[in-house]
């Protein structure tokens, strides 16, 4: 399940749909899921596709890929053709696999990437896709130059200390380690509005041009403020209270137009993400990627500056952490064993360095295998069991 219009309708939990409720992590009992692709992340972690899909905007693939103890990779904007997405920023969405292992989740991109005439920005990708499987290697770490921004890393105590363990994983593999290898432009980037301002434009653009090109439409909305006005005529109809009249990001973008500020925020964004950002970060320590832990401020960067971000298994929560909030939750956002992930980093059309990075980390540690979902969340139900009755 996709959360409701990816948060950009108003104040609506991450993973909650109107057609099927709130999705909750397999591994505490109403755990939160973590961002829009949640039920992708979910669907996984148990087992109930061998593949799956998550749309990124800022943090929709890794994000609930870290927090059910999966693999996601959030390609360079440009890889995947977003053609049929329903979108929210041309310049940041992209479609992305969620999948249970690095090598599924290069497999289903093989099949992903690629240029497409409907989706113009695809026509620029550098040369030949590569094939990923061919990244798939256990030595790829050796020799490889690994930056940690620390600046990055902030009120994630339990984390952190999972990750500090893990790079002697990544030293014993070949990786050298350059820590810290801050950005010489971050807090400068994490205070910045200008993607605010963007996404806000961008939404309003983009789904305007999405929905007029829809060839049959039951409702007749065809305009941001055509859907305004419907959801406004059918809120009995909608989510459930308090939720159900939040209209409010909705209202603000379809206020938006494209004029100087935004074409300002956006080049603020691509300098402060790309060229004062990953990029400048790359080249300052001369590094092959960054690492950080997902649940850092890790999506930022890559969501302003377009750039590829994969997320795998890390640890666990331990079975004595404190329960959060602790009074009368919609749902647990730190709870015993929930999973966390490493991300790994890098420059625009670098999957294949990356995938190959962590598929290294991955088959060193196998930290997927070390804690299953609890037992309620397991399906029972097998294809087997549903064909027999057929």
């Not at 390609?75 to 292992?101: A, E, N």
């Not at 290069?106 to 920005?121: C, I, K, S, T, Y």
Request: aromatic share 8%; net charge negative.
């Amino acid at each position: 399940m996709r959360g409701e219009w990816g948060q950009l309708k108003g104040q609506v939990p991450n993973g909650f749909s109107e057609r099927g409720g709130q999705t909750l992590s397999p591994y505490y009992p109403n755990a939160y899921p973590s961002s829009s692709s949640s039920g992708s992340g979910v669907a996984m972690a148990i087992g109930l596709a061998a593949g799956s899909l998550g749309s990124e905007t800022h943090g929709s693939i890794v994000c609930p890929s870290s927090r059910n103890n999966i693999v996601g990779i959030k390609p360079t904007i440009g890889l995947v053709s977003r053609s049929g997405v329903i979108p929210i920023s041309s310049h940041q969405d992209t479609p992305g696999p969620m999948c249970r292992s690095v090598a599924d989740a290069a497999l289903l991109l093989n099949f992903m990437a690629g240029p497409d005439p409907r989706d113009e920005v695809t026509l620029h990708q550098p040369g030949l896709v590569p094939d990923y499987m061919r990244a798939l290697d256990k030595n790829a770490l050796k020799g490889a130059r690994l930056g940690v921004p620390r600046s990055f890393i902030r009120n994630i105590k339990i984390i952190e200390e999972v990750f500090n363990s893990s790079l002697d994983v990544f030293r014993a593999l070949g990786a050298e380690i350059v820590d810290p290898a801050d950005f010489p432009d971050a807090e400068e980037l994490l205070t910045s509005p200008a993607e605010k301002r963007v996404l806000d434009v961008d939404f309003k653009v983009d789904l305007n041009k999405y929905l007029s090109e829809l060839v049959d439409v039951p409702t007749g909305v065809k305009t941001l403020a055509a859907l305004i006005e419907f959801n406004e005529k059918r809120a009995d109809l909608d989510l459930p209270p308090p939720f159900y009249k939040d209209q409010s990001q909705f209202i603000q973008s379809e206020a938006t137009q494209v004029d100087d500020a935004y074409l300002s925020a956006l080049a603020e964004d691509f300098d402060l993400g790309r060229t004062r950002g990953i990029d400048a970060t790359l080249a300052q320590f001369n590094l092959d990627a960054i690492i950080l832990p997902t649940d850092a401020l890790v999506c930022k960067p890559t969501a302003i500056a377009g750039y590829p971000l994969i997320s795998v298994p890390l640890g666990f929560q331990p079975d004595d952490v404190e329960l959060l909030p602790a009074t009368s939750p919609s749902v647990y956002t730190q709870a015993p064993g929930l999973p966390f992930g490493i991300a790994f980093m890098g420059t625009a059309y670098s999957e294949f360095k990356l995938i190959g990075y962590a598929y290294a980390f991955e088959q060193a540690t196998h930290v997927r295998l070390q804690r299953k979902a609890f037992d309620d969340a397991i399906p029972r139900t097998q294809l087997t069991d549903v064909m027999s009755q057929l």
